[in-house]
């Protein structure tokens, strides 16, 4: 029998919502924005060879400007992908750390593994699922950005390496109009500071530049004690433009320390436990800042927790675009991405009770007494206590340098493009987790001391182990790999009057080498104090000294076929099938490479087999996107908080629609996608085939849209999902929620306006992830939920 989590599930799928922006474009040039509500006019360049219209192409593919994703009033930049069609975004880690998924294709390890977020149409990471290096912890939404561009299936999996789900693609601006922006925006009732700014213009009739970025600091939605957000970023192109084509560079730092979110308790009934608010608190503390561990090389270091999610950037990178005659074009992107950082955040590794979790650790007659906080020292009283493991992950190294080359003939009836992809990526990293106790509390947590019933000391200021033994001491380790991938594509695009002909194959080759080292127990003086005590007899640390080899290569071959028909010049039918594969990186160090470093040839790619068919269609101020598919996943995978390998066959279909409507001072814009998805295969635990995968839920959706008046706008986004299994055994269930956001603006002069919003705005409880397949028996679990209800205030100029 199910065991359901959120009680404030709306049935209410589709719901007016109303935006949050004045109305971009004035007279004739918003009535066209009005007779193309859904922008099917627009010429989109993400997944496509040569760039062509919504509407003539043979996939499905969203366009969404700047404008528009201010309506759905996000929070972070994963919070922009729910209001994509098809798909579902786990928004529930903070700025980063996202599950990522589209239309049914699962996440059973978390990431993006079969979807690819880019930025001006190259990689943030070439792959999505890296293990504490997720691509959108690399990725900030500001007012750079000019377009999101998101294609479900079809050519994506020609179109990039790693990428046969989709893509989500960033555009930046690039100053072809002298305009800019400053915009400060506060938090009333959350400690939060940003400040957005971008300016772009000619420098003469040939050269623009664009600039941008933001800085920020705070506390965040969540109370964690300090200051867990604290950063930035910046971003530059300069354009060269010529008779036959353009030239362009950019820059890019980021350095921006964020909390990240981890499941924290909860019970599972989706009630709050005492003195543990789930929408508004965390494990964090101001308690506990610091760890001392033995780091990559063995050697004593510290990792500080406030570092939370830093990523830190430094790009640069060429676009170059000309026509050579005779109707050839070449195109060439490059782009060399030197990155680092660090990633530290607490998780839960288990809620008990606080007698036995004394006599786990001291044995009988054992009791917890606060190591640090106002009582230190008093013998602590409640019934309940937390085992914390650190995440705590230094990234040494996720640098890539990406090439991409394109060779275009035109002919009479035909576009023909020939390409050459070229890339590598870094993933180095060290892992050095510790165990704490601490009391279950969500506004400063103190952290407990183990006491033996002689007096003795088990634990070390509320550290019980360096390493985590209650998860086998799994999870010390260091690898430093080098991923080259080769990626010559073709691609044929045949326009027959009103039928449209796209084919295209990939061949992907890489190879991997490097080495990774796992964990080794050794007695360590970790303090310097000249004694050993009891954590300090048996240390984590990677075991370098004896570090095995990663010496592999693998190849795929990726096609597509597709074709767009039209009946009149509203009304657009497509179908498409697409077959593309996905090559597993990092997730295959946890046990599946040999000994001598290779890895069987099941083991390095999953396959995946799309089809699609679907229907585009507008008249007056109404404009529908409809899309009938069918997806089968192979996947091999590793979930590193439960230690458990994967070796599935998945199988998908569903509907996706998205559709916009003007009437009036009113437009309206939303999608819903219903999927049925099902393990058919498992090669490990036969007991899930025919399940639901987990935390896919039946239907998801998204509307937005705005009333405008004389000076303003105001409005709703709604953005919502159904029921979903926790885990793939499927017993464990938690209800579907409609997170309601609201905004007000109102422009004070032509150029000044200011802006009320409010994120969750009935403080709904939704739970997106849960660690427990089943509710245990004290009935508490691991959960991530959307944060409750935060109201900022901005100001922004315009000039």
């Excluded at 998908?652 to 996608?673: C, H, M, P, Q, W």
């Amino acid at each position: 029998m199910s065991h359901h989590l959120s009680k404030k599930f709306s049935l209410s799928v589709l719901a007016l919502a109303i935006s949050s922006t004045a109305i971009a474009a004035e007279g004739e040039n918003k009535e066209a924005d009005q007779n193309d509500s859904l922008g099917m006019e627009r010429i989109v360049v993400t997944g496509v060879a040569k760039g062509k219209t919504i509407m003539a192409s043979s996939v499905s593919i969203s366009s969404f400007s700047a404008e528009q994703m201010e309506v759905a009033t996000p929070r972070t930049t994963s919070e922009i992908f729910r209001s994509l069609p098809g798909i579902r975004s786990e928004a529930t880690g903070g700025e980063g750390n996202a599950n990522i998924a589209v239309r049914g294709l699962p996440v059973a390890a978390g990431g993006a593994k079969f979807l690819q977020l880019q930025e001006d149409g190259l990689p943030v990471m070439q792959f999505g699922d890296i293990s504490f290096g997720n691509a959108d912890t690399f990725l900030r939404a500001d007012s750079t950005v000019q377009t999101v561009e998101a294609i479900r299936g079809g050519t994506s999996a020609t179109a990039a390496s790693n990428a046969p789900g989709g893509i989500i693609n960033f555009i930046s601006k690039t100053g072809d109009s002298e305009s800019g922006s400053v915009s400060t925006t506060i938090g009333l009732d959350y400690d939060s500071y940003r400040t957005d700014f971008e300016y772009g213009s000619y420098i003469n009739d040939s050269t623009r530049f664009h600039i941008g970025g933001f800085l920020r600091t705070g506390e965040g939605a969540r109370d964690t004690g300090y200051t867990s957000n604290k950063g930035g970023q910046i971003k530059a192109n300069l354009t060269k433009e010529f008779d036959d084509g353009y030239v362009r560079f950019y820059f890019k730092h980021l350095d921006d320390k964020t909390v990240g979110y981890l499941p924290m308790p909860m019970y599972a009934n989706g009630d709050s436990l005492p003195g543990f608010d789930s929408q508004e608190d965390t494990p964090h503390s101001a308690y506990l800042l610091s760890t001392l561990r033995l780091d990559g090389d063995g050697n004593i270091s510290r990792g500080d927790v406030r570092d939370g999610m830093n990523p830190v950037v430094n790009s640069i990178g060429f676009e170059a675009f000309f026509e050579l005659g005779n109707n050839w074009s070449i195109e060439n992107r490059l782009r060399k991405s030197d990155v680092s950082g660090n990633y530290n955040s607490l998780i839960p590794a288990s809620v008990e009770d606080s007698s036995a979790i004394a006599s786990a650790i001291g044995g009988d007659g054992a009791s917890l007494m606060y190591a640090n906080g106002p009582d230190a020292g008093q013998a602590f009283g409640d019934d309940m206590a937390m085992r914390i493991h650190t995440f705590d992950v230094e990234i040494e190294d996720l640098s890539s340098i990406v090439n991409d080359l394109k060779l275009t003939k035109e002919l009479d009836y035909a576009t023909v493009t020939f390409g050459y992809y070229k890339s590598t990526q870094n993933i180095a990293m060290s892992w050095m987790w510790n165990s704490y106790l601490m009391e279950v509390k969500g506004d400063n947590a103190a952290l407990l001391d183990v006491v033996g019933s002689d007096g003795t000391n088990y634990s070390d200021n509320g550290l019980y182990a360096y390493g985590v033994p209650y998860w086998g001491n799994c999870c010390q380790r260091a690898y430093d790999a080098e991923y080259d991938i080769d990626a010559p594509y073709i691609n044929i695009s045949a326009d027959f009057d009103d039928l449209t002909i796209d084919a295209s194959f990939r061949h992907d080759s890489g190879e991997a080498s490097g080495y990774y080292a796992a964990t080794v127990q050794s007695q360590v003086d970790m303090n310097r104090d000249g004694e050993i005590s009891i954590p300090e007899q048996s240390v984590s640390s990677a075991d370098i000294a004896n570090a095995s080899p990663i010496n592999y290569d693998w190849s795929y071959n990726s096609y597509t076929l597709g074709a767009n028909y039209f009946l009149d010049d509203n009304l657009a039918v497509f179908a498409n099938f697409s077959h593309g594969g996905r090559a597993n990186a990092d997730r295959l160090m946890y046990g599946k490479i040999n000994s001598d470093g290779s890895v069987a040839e099941q083991d390095a790619v999953d396959e995946v087999d799309q089809y699609e068919l679907g229907v585009k269609f507008r008249k007056d101020k109404f404009s529908l996107f409809a899309t009938a598919f069918f997806a089968e996943t192979e996947e091999q995978n590793f979930e590193a908080t439960s230690q458990r390998f994967f070796d599935r066959v998945y199988e998908a279909k569903g509907i996706e629609l998205e559709s916009a409507y003007y009437f009036g001072n009113f437009d309206v814009r939303g999608s819903i996608t219903w999927t049925d998805a099902e393990i058919t295969k498992d090669a490990i635990n036969a007991d899930v085939v025919g399940n639901t995968p987990r935390r896919q839920a039946d239907f998801i959706y998204s509307l937005i849209g705005r009333y405008n008046f004389n000076n303003g706008s105001a409005g709703l986004s709604v953005i919502g999902t159904t029921d979903a299994y926790a885990q793939d055994n499927n017993d464990l269930e938690f209800d579907g929620y409609t997170q309601v956001n609201g905004f007000v603006s109102y422009m004070m002069t032509e150029n000044m306006s200011v802006s009320l919003n409010v994120n969750n705005l009935f403080d709904t409880n939704g739970i997106t992830e849960a660690e427990e397949g089943s509710v245990p028996d004290n009935g508490i679990i691991r959960a991530r939920t959307i944060n409750g209800r935060t109201t900022s205030l901005a100001l922004k100029y315009e000039f």
